[in-house]
């Protein structure tokens, strides 16, 4: 369904050129939920807005949806739907006229165009919206509507950026709960981006890791967590002396490793601290030692970062 | 679906939108209206002065407005236009495949429309005040402010897109307004200028347009000024349509 090689992308700023994708290939096949993860700034708008003919690519060379991106790009965006990060819909307009306006500016009748918006509005539980002014409506509200103008064109290939970001955790299950439907029940193939780790987890078939215009990693969310030590442990014991005996009882009595003593903490990893977690309180039990705290921390997308790239997880753009 | 219809479909949008906030239509009619009423009992003295041309003051001074209706109600729509980026509307419509030509043609469309009604309400009221000028010639008049602000329109979407920013947008258009302003002979004939500032004016092809005008005012129709504004103003809208166009078909917004 999409399927890019070299895709790169230039800009001329004041301080000079800054190459903000440089050089990606991307294939997506038919019925796949494809995430594409990394932090604020990383290339990864830019390569949307590149593969739904936004932007020109400077070098490289894709087909979407069956066409050629740079000769064919009106073939392109009949067969496209997309959702930009910040929405499209006008605040004094009335849904049902922003649906069937959209409609329309696919080539579909007034009647067709008003069908499928009214049918897209039940779809996306956003039943009774249609004579109400956008304005009025919620934030997650609106970002159906959003994704309901991205279908109007029943498009094979939907293109989502952040889809969530800015949604309470609420918003955004029921959200992902509707992302899921589309391609289980209408077959949709769906490219987004996200920087949130468990949006692609909860998600995703595959992901691809961008960092600085590059592709870092790709592969299944579970194939890319394996690549990580697991939940990071961090106890705290009452003096230095049983910082440094656990550390040792600890490396060779449970499941930890790497157990690295600062102070009166112990911090070390274990591959699943639910189930490792007792093993280690027993075995420090057995040795006379008492935990006066623990902390958990589970692993985040600046782990797999820290991981992938060795640099922990930039949240400022490269090109400011 | 033709550019035409889409271009159709765009308008309506644009003016279905307008209609249902048209503070700006109203603010747009009434600024005119002020000058009729306190700029044009001044103009009623100084018709008398030498160099100031003939006819009626009113026949000198509402083209004057018309004009500067046409150029600055048509250069701040590119405001709106910022809001609709921001809101993710001008790209949310360029991933369709519509033609550019009627993204940019509909809001146009919807733009010399609201300038026809307020050109239209200008002259009635000038009408009330003592113009008296030929049919023929003010109808003439609005169509060629109608060209004027299709131009500026125009010209004030293709900065919007280029400059993204209502910050950006608003110092170029008070860079370039007060020039044009002063140099037009919108609100004074140049005819009353010393040589200096008449050759200096006569760069300025909006004074071209502001002439003739007045000469159709005047009941003149197929004079060289009159012929010169035509020219002028038609340039004026190609240039304008196609510098907007294409800003319209490249990567920005």
Redesign the interface.
Known sequence: MIEARGLARSFKTREGIVEAVRGVDIDVSPGEIVGFLGPNGAGKTTTQ?ML?????PSAGSARVAGHDLAREA?EV??R???V?Q????????RVG?ELV??G????LTRADAAARGAALLGRLDLHGSWARLVKTLSGGQRRRLDIA?GLI?EPPLLFLDEPTSGLDPQARANLWAHIRSLRAEHGVTIFLTTHYLEEADALCDRILVIDEGLIAARGAPEELKRGLAGDVVALTVRDADDAARAALVLEARSAASAPEVEGVIVRFHLPSAAAGLPEAFWALEEADIAPVGVEVHRPTLDDVFLSLTGRALREQPVAA | ?TTAA?TW?IFR?AM??SL??PVWVIIGIVQPILYLALFGPLLERVASTPGFPGGSSWQVFVPGLLVQLGIFGAAFVGFGLVA?M????V????????SRVALLGGRVLRDVVVLLAQGALLVLGAFAFGLRAPLSGVLLGLLVVALLGAAFASASYAAALRLGTEDALASLLNTLAIPLLLLSGILLPMSLAPGWLETVSDINPLKHVVDGVRALFLGETASATVGWAVVTVVGLVGAGLALATRTFGR?SG
Do not use: F, K, S
């Open positions: 807005r739904t003919t936004l932007l020109a009106v965006r009949r496209i739907g997309y930009a910040r929405g499209g819909t006008e605040p004094e307009a006229e306006d959209h329309r500016l696919y080539g103008l064109n | 679906m889409q479909l949008r279905r939108l249902r906030n609709e921001r809101a993710g509307v790209e949310r419509m360029r991933v369709t495949p519509a990567e």
